[in-house]
């Protein structure tokens, strides 16, 4: 009898020290270092266990939920939203949160994360609700920014805090994307016509630029040639007169050169009237005599003072085109008015057919 008395409190030792072992083994607790423990004693919230080494009162602390305190990302299904043009569309986002509170995490909301999830849900179709189709395709910044702004506040009671809100995507139904297509192409086709007319107009633009520098250029090139070529003649025409009045021209010669300026008169097409004396050699004479030459000698006084007015002009025109010009303009009427003193008989203008039938 003793020995199975001893037998049975050696059993009963060794199941309560197994017992005992069990329970510490239970009590002893370690958290890690993204985590928190929230502790019940007899059923009430007690404390929360951070990361480290922690001991629990065997049957009276119970370890009620254990809560992860890193930031988590949770992608929620599709919403169909419908906007205010009444278009239904599909929004997929994705939330970014994190437990700031454990305590009010577990206690202040059965299911945090089903929470955030219908409250993204409503909050994203008010948000939507107030804007048409195109406005919710290009405000995904202004919708992210509201949504936030409302998660953030409706889940600080919770120990929640949302970071970021993004929409993922936004689908339109088929008709309305066929629409968007047709809409876009039509876009690119006119910023393409419109690329090409700017082409056009600026090379237009290009061409008619480079013709007006073509026509200036040109312009003052024939300008630039008129002015030398009437500096040329008019120095030429005051040379001959030089030589004219200087020089002691021939009469000989000077009937000469009026024989062959006789033809060039009769051709030319102007409006200035030219009168021929019927007599060559009287005519001759005029002009010989309009010229300054004369069969008789003249003082040394008057061709002295001649000489000198005739140098004085000479001198102003070469300076000036324009003068040298005019002072052969000059000359040659007082020429022409004195050869019609000392013309014809008749004193009729030049009339090739007359002067043909003479």
Request: proline share 3%; charged share 25%; net charge negative.
């Amino acid at each position: 009898m003793d020995d199975i008395g001893t037998i049975i409190v050696w059993v009963a030792l060794a199941v309560l020290a197994i017992f005992v072992i069990a329970a510490i083994a239970r009590a002893i607790i370690v958290v890690q270092q993204t985590q928190a423990y929230l502790v019940e004693r007899l059923g009430r919230y007690h404390s929360t266990m951070d990361a480290g080494l922690h001991l629990l009162v065997p049957f009276i602390d119970k370890v009620r939920a254990k809560v992860d305190l890193r930031e988590m990302v949770y992608s929620f299904p599709p919403q169909s939203v419908i906007t205010s043009d009444n278009l239904v569309v599909d929004i997929d986002t994705v939330i970014y949160f994190q437990v700031t509170d454990p305590k009010s995490a577990v206690y202040e909301i059965a299911n945090y994360i089903t929470g955030v999830e219908q409250l993204t849900t409503t909050t994203l179709r008010n948000i939507v609700g107030t804007m048409d189709l195109e406005q919710t395709l290009t405000s995904r910044d202004q919708i992210n920014g509201q949504l936030r702004g409302v998660l953030d506040d409706a889940t600080g009671k919770w120990g929640i805090r949302v970071n970021r809100v993004e929409l993922k995507s936004i689908e339109p139904p088929l008709s309305i994307k066929d629409s968007m297509e047709k809409q876009m192409r039509a876009e690119r086709d006119r910023r393409a016509a419109i690329l090409t007319a700017e082409g056009v107009k600026q090379s237009a633009i290009l061409t008619a630029e480079g013709e007006k520098q073509s026509a200036i250029l040109k312009a003052e090139g024939e300008a630039q040639s008129r002015i030398l070529k009437a500096e040329g003649e008019a120095r030429a025409i005051l040379q001959v007169f030089d030589a004219i009045h200087e020089g002691d021209a021939d009469s000989k010669l000077l009937s000469y050169q009026y024989l062959q300026m006789l033809p060039e008169v009769a051709k030319a097409n102007n409006n200035q009237m030219w009168f021929v004396p019927t007599e060559f050699t009287g005519a001759l004479k005029a002009v010989a005599a309009g010229f300054g030459v004369t069969d008789e000698a003249e003082p040394l006084e008057r061709d002295a003072e001649r000489a000198k007015q005739r140098t004085s002009r000479i001198t102003s025109a070469l300076a000036d085109p324009r003068a040298a010009l005019e002072e052969a303009r000059r000359q040659a009427e007082g020429f022409s008015a004195e050869a019609e003193q000392a013309g014809t008989g008749s004193g009729k203008p030049f009339d090739p057919d007359a002067e043909k039938g003479q």
